[in-house]
C-alpha cells in the first residue's frame, strides 16, 4: 500500500509522534500515580531522560513509541514506503541512542523498564503495568534489603490431626 502522505506531512506526523507527554506514556503515568507512585518526569541529570523517574525504586522507565525506537517483530513498526533509507538510519540510530543510554543507566546502578506503546493497547494496558508494577516491587526489595523476619517455621505449625477414619470410612 502506498503511503497516502507526501513525505512533508508524514515527517510532520511522524514528529508529532515524537513528542513528550504522548498519550502511551501518560496512561503509564496515571496508572502509576492512581497506585501511588511518586515519579518524576523527562530528568535531564538522568542519562536518556527517561520518560518517567522513581528515585526511590532506583528504576527508569521509557514508554516507547513503536515507530520511532524500531520495535522489532511489532505490527506498529511499518517502515513508511518514501524515503526508507531515511526512516531506515534514523530509527536505526534512535535503537542505537537507546541501548546506550540503557548501559549507562544500569552501569549507574539503575534499572530499566521499557514498555512499548503496542503492549499499552486496551487489550493489553493492564497486564502491562502489573507486571511493571512487579519489576518495580523487585527492584524496590533489591535496593533495601529486608531483614529476615522471623517466622513461625521455628517452632513446629500446629498440623490439624483427624483420625482416619474421617475420611471416606464409616464409623462402626
Ligand atoms: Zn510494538
Known amino acids: 500500500m502506498p503511503d497516502p502522505l507526501t513525505p512533508e506531512q508524514r515527517h510532520r506526523c511522524m514528529s508529532h509522534i515524537r513528542s513528550r507527554n504522548t498519550k502511551p506514556e501518560l496512561k503509564v503515568r496515571q496508572w502509576l500515580w492512581q497506585r501511588g507512585y511518586r515519579y518524576r518526569l523527562n530528568v ?5 531522560k527517561p520518560d518517567v523517574v522513581l528515585r526511590r525504586y ?23 514506503k518514501s524515503n526508507v533509507d531515511f526512516w531506515q538510519a ?11 543510554n540503557y548501559q549507562i543507566l544500569l552501569q549507574n546502578g539503575w534499572q530499566v523498564i521499557v514498555v512499548w506503546e503496542c503492549q499499552l493497547t486496551p487489550a493489553r494496558f493492564e497486564q502491562t503495568m ?22 513461625p517455621t521455628d517452632e513446629p505449625l500446629p498440623i490439624a490431626a483427624e483420625s482416619r477414619s474421617a475420611y471416606g470410612k464409616r464409623e462402626k
Open 90 to 100: 534514523k530509527i536505526n540510530r534512535n535503537r542505537e541512542r537507546d541501548q546506550l
Open 44 to 48: 535531564k541529570s538522568v542519562p536518556g
Open 130 to 151: 502489573w507486571e511493571v508494577e512487579l519489576r518495580l516491587n523487585q527492584n524496590f526489595l533489591s535496593i533495601y534489603k529486608p531483614k529476615t523476619y522471623a517466622t
Open 58 to 80: 532506583r528504576t527508569a522507565i521509557f514508554v516507547n513509541g513503536c515507530f520511532w525506537h524500531g520495535h522489532s517483530g511489532c505490527d506498529k513498526f511499518r517502515m513508511p
